[in-house]
């Protein structure tokens, strides 16, 4: 590995942990919040769909917070990692490095907190019984290609 490349991982990981400290720092919760967020939206949805609107879908709670996460972390990703070179103004001003850095840094931020996510949706999908099959061998690949995504919407 070249010094140049060596540098980049020591700027990337620096941000990385720079983003998780802040975003924690003054939240009561903290990292809690990263799933209590997502809960309180199956829940009021749940609530909505099953029973002001009723819609039949079995374990619905379930199949909503299957969609919920990896559509929150496209929204966050990409809203946050647009703005981090502004966000990072005085970053970007004072030291020499590839600014494309900071984008990234920004969504491998928020992958933590999607993983986590999806952590927590994996054993929930096994408590609600609905068990582990060959499809989940996808999983990896699904999540893969959805980082890479939101990385390049926040190019």
């Known amino acids: 590995m070249t010094a140049g490349a060596h540098d980049h991982l020591y700027i990337l990981y620096n941000l990385i942990s720079k983003d998780f400290k802040i975003r924690y720092r003054n939240m009561s919760l903290g990292i809690f919040w990263s799933l209590l967020n997502p ?18 879908i079995p374990n619905f709670p379930l199949f ?16 946050t990692g647009t703005n ?15 600014r494309e850095v900071i984008p990234i840094s920004v969504v491998l931020g928020n992958v933590i907190h999607f993983l986590i996510q999806v952590l927590i949706l994996m054993l929930l999908i096994i408590a609600f019984g609905r068990g582990v099959n060959r499809q989940w061998l996808w999983l990896p690949v699904v999540l893969g290609l959805e980082i890479i995504f939101v990385r390049g919407m926040a190019l």
Request: glycine fraction near 6%; charged fraction near 10%; avoid cysteine.
């Open 39 to 56: 809960l309180i939206m199956v829940i009021v949805l749940t609530y909505v769909f099953t029973r002001v609107f009723p819609s039949g």
């Open 64 to 79: 909503v917070l299957i969609g919920l996460i990896p559509f929150n972390f496209f929204s966050l990703g990409w809203a």
């Open 84 to 98: 981090s070179i502004l966000d990072n103004a005085a970053l970007v001003k004072k030291v020499r490095f590839h």
